[in-house]
């Protein structure tokens, strides 16, 4: 009963972690139509940069929202310089993003070096938990907490606010959003620009679960294809819906049958791309 109890809990509360980390992921590919492969590396710099930032005794939350402000920042010149110049040639943008996240990940190594660096939770975190008479740690559910909180400012930015409809409209029919005066090039600097901040956040959020550690970009970035891909592109409530699917297989699925992981949790993607090949919320896109 603890095992199934513990599990669930930790399923749930990487759920929310994963719904940071997907959410731009999937708003950027469903405006860029391209799959930002420095998403990943987004959230690996986020950690360290919350990292840095508390070793200079700034406090925790403090630290994750300076992080997720500095990708965004990084990501804005990433579109900017880089993405923009190569507009309309969607390969070359998506070697470009493999080859930035390449980048991000050594000058990484290079300044933290390949030790995992902790990111400590505030103190009044640390303590666990009793729940039904079980131990659970209560960082995980302040994280669950946390990405509920940014689903429902995401879901008002999009669905109460001229700017979200703007981004609709672009991730429904781009030629259309030119054609009635709507500035696509300003929507893909603030859509990616809000990607990375939230990937640079979900970083700091999951670093005193994870650590921050080099490999953390490719360990992270095939989550978020997966849930993308089952969630449907371009869906908040598909990257909502498609985080609790892939937060419960991975982490039953690594609890349960530690050397078929990645298999357990590649087949429903598999499964998807047959059945549903725009995935389960492919008609109620946000």
Excluded: K
């Amino acid at each position: 009963m603890q095992f199934w109890l513990i599990q669930t809990l930790n399923s749930i509360a990487f759920a929310g972690l994963l719904f940071l980390l997907s959410a731009g992921f999937s708003l950027i590919f469903g405006l860029m139509r391209m799959p930002n492969l420095a998403h990943g590396a987004f959230f690996m710099l986020g950690a360290y940069f919350g990292a840095s930032f508390m070793s200079f005794g700034i406090n925790f939350w403090a630290a994750a929202l300076l992080a997720g402000l500095a990708v965004g920042v990084l990501g804005v010149l990433l579109e900017r310089l880089l993405l923009r110049r190569l507009a309309g040639n969607t390969q070359g943008q998506v070697l470009v993003t493999l080859g930035v996240s390449f980048i991000i990940a050594d000058v990484c190594l290079v300044v933290w070096t390949g030790d995992p660096v902790p990111v400590p939770a505030p103190a009044w975190l640390r303590p666990p938990l009793l729940l039904m008479g079980f131990a659970f740690p209560t960082y995980r559910l302040v994280v669950l907490v946390v990405a509920i909180v940014a689903a429902v400012l995401l879901y008002l930015l999009l669905e109460r606010t001229r700017l979200g409809a703007m981004i609709r409209a672009g991730v429904d029919d781009m030629e259309m959003a030119r054609g009635v005066g709507i500035r696509v090039s300003l929507l893909f600097m603030l859509v990616f620009m809000l990607g990375a901040a939230l990937a640079g956040l979900g970083g700091t959020i999951g670093g005193p679960i994870m650590q921050a550690y080099p490999g953390l970009d490719a360990d992270m970035l095939p989550l978020a294809l997966v849930v993308v891909i089952l969630g449907g592109v371009g869906s908040l409530p598909g990257a909502f819906v498609g985080s609790l699917v892939v937060g419960f297989i991975y982490n039953f699925g690594t609890a349960l049958f530690p050397d078929f992981a990645y298999v357990i949790l590649f087949l429903p993607m598999v499964a998807a791309l047959v059945l549903m090949p725009e995935g389960l919320f492919a008609g109620a896109r946000q």
